[in-house]
């Protein structure tokens, strides 16, 4: 399980980082264009296509679907053949789906910004619900999502949310705010980690300070570093990848965190995870068609499979992230001190992170420019 | 009898030229393949524009080297050359001693102590420097043994503790190899000759290992310099060195041509580093 948490934000990872500066570098001859075209218009599909003529690829991240799906769609759906592609981060599955060329792709896995992304394209074919009745499985919140309001041309397949992961026996009160850990009071000096990847170094003081999470504006975001460049002294570090394990040894007190990432199921059940009051984001993981899919009706097959509820329920119980399918949670069982009981109308209080295209550069600076200062 | 004496000489060389074909040809395949390939797609990001999801744009462009003048990078590269240039000295001053004492044991203790001093290459890196965590941190070995609340980790000591116990054995190795091959009757010489121990060290012994002196610094300071993983795990990434940024230009900000261009400037540090201890190395 943990290693699956680990492959998916691996932008924060630090352990293969050598390897994938060698895919990236091989990978350079690829170009993508930021010209924005118009989304696609949506193609005609038969309802009751012969799906034994289809073949279906998909690409998701390592551990993401169960290992035994390929199988099982060729048993339900009577398609042809079904491959897994794996990718380790976003970046990586755009370089694939963005490439010129077909990527031979049909279904891919990728987070809600960057479908908004890939669709401004015209790279995804518009869903089809009449295809996919399992829909009706999805919370009615799940319909709702900023970046794709009516699941346009993306299913959501996992969500959460970011807040304090905490060790409840160490606090002498329990964080409400990201003041908390913003300004962290004396007995908790020093014990507190901060995320770096750019756009969640930054969530906790723009949320502080009343701002977007997807703000743009070089004001605000200038607000928002000096109160990170103040806390700088009184954290004990900035992590991404191992801020549980700090906080089940001691080390640290609060961490910010990734629900699915703070380790409250912790055999001493001593570790609890809050959403400040200023709010938070909302990351969702989807699925999308591509336009250039030759097995498009296979592809809507699949995801109507996957949201049913014995396959998505996986998920939740697999990767231990929420997913939004109220069929689905309703089947699992929830651990003692388990995020998965957060219920989807306290996630919809979390706003989106979009995509910010160029803007998304001062981000960027920003994280360099809290680390680099000494 | 003429014409064969005329052809042997020819087909020799022609033999020689086979040779050195067949032997050359993995090494040059390997260095092409691997290293002037890569090394040109690097070079030609550089002057590129940056993709949106990753990736090059193929517009012209020199903004990625009036960035890397940006006081904001070049302070991070200072940073670096500052870590790995403590590292490297603080190596020197531990390294030479022990390589001078492990090059003075007889024959079977060498041995043993070159095997002491390799030994921790047997496991893996990451792992070697984790457990330092568990030395050092809050709740960690070193307090609770002295029952203390000392903060030892996390701040700039720790990185550099981290870099000089990872690369101090290829600090010893080279110095090592250089004692070794002084003649000790040069020793001998410089003390007939009426010179104290520290003249003779000073005058013979350290003008003739310079070779090697420069050799070790430049095994410790070039992996310290471009280390990404010491500052994250035992800096707890509050100060970054110049290959954080650019991992994270890879794969946190989507900026191959920038990243690309960090990584040619560290290149053009280090080509001028061998430089001077070619040159070094010529005259010593």
């Keep these: 399980m943990s290693r699956i948490r680990f492959t998916r934000r691996l932008p924060a990872a630090v352990a293969v980082a050598g390897l994938a500066l060698a895919v990236s570098a091989c990978g350079g001859e690829s170009s993508t264009s930021s010209a924005g075209t118009a989304p696609a218009a949506a193609d005609q599909l038969k309802p009751n296509a012969d799906l034994s003529q289809q073949t279906l690829q998909i690409t998701v991240w390592d551990g993401y679907t169960p290992e035994e799906l390929p199988a099982k769609v060729k048993e339900k759906l009577k398609v042809k053949d079904m491959k897994v592609a794996l990718h380790d981060t976003n970046e990586i599955a755009m370089t694939k789906l963005t490439a010129p060329g077909d990527s031979g792709i049909d279904v891919a896995f990728v987070s809600g910004q960057y479908a908004q992304a890939l669709n401004e394209q015209g790279l995804l074919e518009p869903i089809h619900p009449e295809l996919i009745p399992n829909l009706a499985n999805l919370y009615p919140e799940a319909t709702q999502l900023s970046y794709d309001k009516g699941n346009k041309y993306s299913v959501p397949y996992t969500w959460g949310t970011t807040g304090i992961c905490y060790r409840s026996d160490l606090v002498k009160t329990p964080p409400t705010s990201w003041n908390d850990l913003l300004k962290p009071p004396a007995w908790a000096d020093k014990k507190v980690t901060m995320m770096t990847t750019e756009r969640w170094l930054a969530l906790p003081a723009l949320k502080a300070l009343g701002y977007s999470v997807n703000t743009d504006k070089d004001e605000e975001i200038a607000k928002a570093k000096e109160l990170l460049l103040a806390q700088k002294p009184h954290l004990l570090g900035y992590d991404d990848v191992t801020f549980g394990d700090k906080l089940v040894s001691g080390e640290s007190m609060m961490a910010e965190a990734w629900d699915g990432w703070c380790p409250t199921t912790d055999a001493k059940g001593n570790i609890k995870f809050a959403v400040p009051k200023e709010g938070s984001d909302l990351w969702v993981d989807t699925m999308v068609i591509m336009k250039s899919s030759k097995n498009k009706e296979a592809a809507h097959a699949l995801i109507n499979y996957i949201l049913s509820p014995e396959i998505h329920s996986w998920a939740a119980e697999n990767i231990n992230y929420k997913v939004p399918n109220k069929a689905a949670m309703e089947q699992v069982k929830i651990a003692k001190g388990s995020l998965l009981g957060i219920k989807p109308a306290e996630l919809l209080n979390g706003e989106s992170i979009v995509d910010l295209g160029e803007a998304s550069v001062k981000y960027t600076r920003l994280s360099t420019e809290v680390t680099a200062q000494s | ?284």
Excluded: H
Excluded at chain 2, 124 to 146: D, E, H
Excluded at chain 2, 160 to 168: C, K, P
Excluded at chain 2, 207 to 214: A, C, E, K, Q, S
């Design chain 2, 1 to 284: 009898m003429k014409s064969e004496v005329k052809a042997r000489p020819v087909s020799r060389s022609r033999g020689r030229r086979l040779g050195a074909f067949v032997f050359l040809s993995p090494g040059v395949v390997y260095l092409t393949v691997l290293l002037l390939v890569p090394l040109a797609l690097v070079l030609s990001n550089t002057v590129f524009r940056r993709g949106r999801f990753g990736g090059v744009v193929y517009e012209f462009t020199v903004e990625n080297f009036e960035r890397l003048a940006d006081p904001l990078y070049l302070g991070v590269v200072a940073n670096s050359v500052k870590i790995a240039a403590i590292t490297t000295l603080i190596a020197l001053l531990i390294g030479y001693p022990t390589a001078y004492l492990i090059a003075q044991l007889p024959g079977k203790w060498k041995t043993v102590a070159l095997v002491a001093i390799v030994l921790p290459f047997w496991t893996n890196f990451i792992i070697r420097v984790y457990a330092w965590i568990i030395l050092l941190s809050g709740p960690g070995l070193i307090n609770s043994v002295l029952g203390t609340k000392l903060e030892l980790l996390y701040n700039q000591g720790t990185i550099v503790t981290g870099l000089l116990y990872s690369y101090l054995p290829l600090m010893v190795l080279p110095l090592y190899a250089a004692i070794e091959r002084l003649d000790p009757q040069l020793r001998e010489a410089s003390a007939n000759l009426g010179a104290s121990a520290f003249t003779t060290f000073r005058k013979v012994t350290l003008p003739l290992t310079v070779p090697g002196v420069m050799t070790g610094c430049l095994f410790v300071f070039v992996p310290s310099f471009g280390n990404f993983v010491i500052p994250e795990i035992l800096g707890g990434s509050k100060s970054i060195m110049v290959g954080n940024l650019i991992r994270d230009q890879f794969l946190k900000a989507r900026d191959w041509p920038f990243g690309s261009t960090l990584a040619l400037a560290i290149i053009a540090v280090l080509v001028l580093l061998l430089l001077v201890q070619a040159w070094v190395t010529r005259r010593a």
